[in-house]
C-alpha cells in the first residue's frame, strides 16, 4: 500500500509564491506601452508589494517620497471605498502632473500604481488605461 505524501507549504513559501506572481503581472504590465515608467502593487496600508522600474528611466521619487505618495493613494481609495454604495465602486484614477501621468487601479491584489512618461496624449493614455484594465 503507498501513502500519498502530502506537501503542506508554509506561509512563507506561500507568500514568496504571491508576490512571484504580482511580479509577473507588474512585468505584463510594463511590457503593454514603453511609455510606462514604473508599475507597483501597494497593499491597503501603502506598503509596496513589489514595483519594476523601465531600465534606463530615471527615478523622480526618493525612497520616503515614494513611501508617503503610495501611503496617500491607498489613504484615497479607502476613503472612497467607505462611500461606494452610494456613487459605485471606483475603477481607476488618473493624476497628472508636470512630469508624469499617474494611473491607478484597485483590484482584489491591491492597488496597482502606474505611471506613465509626460506630455502623453489622452488618446494613449485612454489605449494604455484599457489595456491595463484588461491585464489585471
Not at 509577473?24 to 508599475?39: A, D, E, F, G, T
Not at 465602486?89 to 487601479?105: C, G, N, P, R, S
Amino acid at each position: 500500500m503507498v501513502i500519498p505524501i502530502i506537501v503542506v507549504k508554509t506561509p512563507n513559501q506561500k507568500w514568496s509564491e504571491e508576490i512571484s506572481s504580482y511580479k509577473k503581472k507588474c512585468q505584463k504590465i510594463l511590457n503593454l506601452s514603453p511609455s510606462i515608467r514604473y508599475v507597483g502593487l501597494i497593499n491597503q496600508y501603502g506598503r509596496t508589494l513589489t514595483g519594476i522600474i523601465r531600465p534606463g528611466i530615471p527615478i523622480l521619487l526618493k525612497a520616503d517620497s515614494a513611501r508617503n505618495e503610495f501611503f496617500l493613494v491607498s489613504t484615497l481609495f479607502n476613503m472612497r471605498n467607505k462611500i461606494d454604495t452610494a456613487i459605485g465602486e471606483m475603477d481607476y484614477a488618473i493624476f497628472k502632473h508636470e512630469k508624469v501621468t499617474l494611473l491607478v487601479f484597485q483590484s482584489r491584489d491591491g492597488i496597482y500604481y502606474v505611471s506613465l512618461g509626460r506630455n502623453l496624449p489622452a488618446t494613449s493614455v485612454t489605449k494604455i488605461l484599457g489595456r491595463i484594465r484588461k491585464t489585471i
